[in-house]
């Protein structure tokens, strides 16, 4: 997934928003169904890297392509929302986990129907268009007008006259291929050294926490005498009390704006994962502070989505938040072996658990004064001009609202 996201983000700002949206998808579904038919272990191995290929680059190019649909008052609201459906998935796959474990599941059958939802979604996105606004930004602005006509259209509104605004200066690249996509990864750093390691920062330490108590719960849970059952049942229960987090995250963040959610929220999650190690021996109390974790946390991702998609303008937006992503998948690849074989048996659980939230409280400090809110902000002018966006930033035109829906 660290390999897709990075790769994939680049694609994404090269060749467009709408062929990424599809194709990543598609390649997760192919590979994932190849790999329930794998004759050897490292050939699932492969084929399982290489869907998550697919699926890491899904996450960048996704929230770059809807948050240049969204309109700028509800573009936070509706970046967050999207994460909804990552802890309904989550329930569903603990349920279907735990029912395919006393069925005496076959891992096999688990990734064919894990796959066939993907391929109907690649069916289904081959229909969403091209990216108004990485097409003006591209300077093609008579595909633009084609999108934003033809969406017009469909919502059955009267047309009216709109500006597209003209597109930057970019500088020209004859790059090509990998060397390209570093290329683009190294003006990530370039464009705005503070953001981008707020950007980082953030999602390394935030999602450490996460998949550190997702990776090694049902673990946890069977070395202090829960069954089987209770153990996959508890992680089930914090991303099925999760999907409250989200649609409270989706309320709340335009409301408060991205900084504070994030700000308040994740340190209360980090500090109720401690305290659900310190309550382990009362199996109810340590139930309750995995559900607040499970609710806190997610109420800390789904903005940070947003807030990281928002960061960055439109030339580098999937590859600002792949490259982000990319290194939360490094480090969460890698972090849980960390996890089980040193730090939780030498440290102990609520030591281990204090300093996965310290360092998640670092990012948050280094957030609050390197990097600006993006709430009700224009996307283009976010990491040059921290200024709150005026009426000379938009389009002219009473109807210019389809033209700059990532304004």
Not at 269 to 298: E, H, K, W, Y
Not at 367 to 385: C, S
């Amino acid at each position: 997934m660290a390999a897709g996201a990075v790769a994939w983000g680049s694609v994404a700002d090269r060749i467009g928003r709408k062929k990424a949206f599809s194709t990543t998808l598609l390649v997760f579904a192919v590979f994932s169904v190849l790999a329930a038919f794998s004759p050897t272990y490292g050939a699932f191995l492969l084929l399982r890297f290489l869907a998550g290929v697919g699926l890491g680059g899904c996450i960048p190019v996704d929230y770059a392509l809807i948050s240049e649909f969204s309109p700028r008052r509800y573009r936070g609201r509706i970046l967050t929302a999207l994460d909804l459906w990552w802890p309904i998935g989550g329930t569903l796959c603990g349920l279907a986990s735990t029912v395919m474990l006393d069925l005496g599941g076959n891992w096999r059958w688990m990734l064919g129907a894990m796959a066939l939802p993907a391929l109907l979604l690649f069916w289904v996105r081959r229909g969403v268009p091209e990216s108004p606004i990485y097409l003006t930004a591209k300077g093609r602005e008579a595909e633009a007008r084609t999108v934003i006509d033809g969406l017009v259209a469909r919502t059955g509104t009267p047309a009216e006259p709109y500006a597209v605004p003209a597109p930057p200066q970019q500088e020209a690249s004859s790059k090509r291929g990998l060397t390209e996509t570093f290329a683009q990864l190294g003006r990530v750093w370039t464009f705005n050294p503070r953001i981008t390691s707020v950007a980082w920062a953030l999602f390394v330490t935030i999602m450490l926490v996460y998949y550190a108590a997702l990776s090694w719960m049902p673990s946890i849970l069977a070395a202090e005498g829960y069954s089987n059952t209770a153990a996959f049942t508890g992680t089930t229960l914090m991303s099925a009390v999760g999907i409250a987090g989200v649609a409270a995250s989706a309320w709340l963040v335009d409301v408060i704006g991205r900084k504070w959610l994030i700000g308040v929220s994740a340190p209360l999650a980090s500090a109720a994962l401690v305290l659900f190690a310190l309550l382990l021996g009362t199996p109810t109390a340590a139930m309750v502070a995995l559900g607040v974790f499970g609710f806190t946390i997610q109420l800390t991702i789904p903005v940070l989505y947003a807030y990281v998609a928002e960061l960055y303008p439109t030339s580098m937006r999937a590859t600002g938040f792949g490259s982000a992503s990319a290194a939360s998948r490094v480090a969460t690849g890698f972090a849980p072996l960390l996890f089980g074989t040193l730090m939780w048996p030498v440290l102990g659980l609520p030591l281990t658990f204090t300093v996965l939230g310290a360092a998640a409280a670092l990012a948050v400090g280094w957030m609050a004064v390197a990097a600006p809110e993006t709430k009700g902000r224009e996307l283009d002018h976010m990491g040059a001009d921290p200024a709150p966006a005026t009426a000379e930033h938009r389009p002219a035109g009473p109807a210019a609202e389809p033209a700059r829906h990532a304004n």
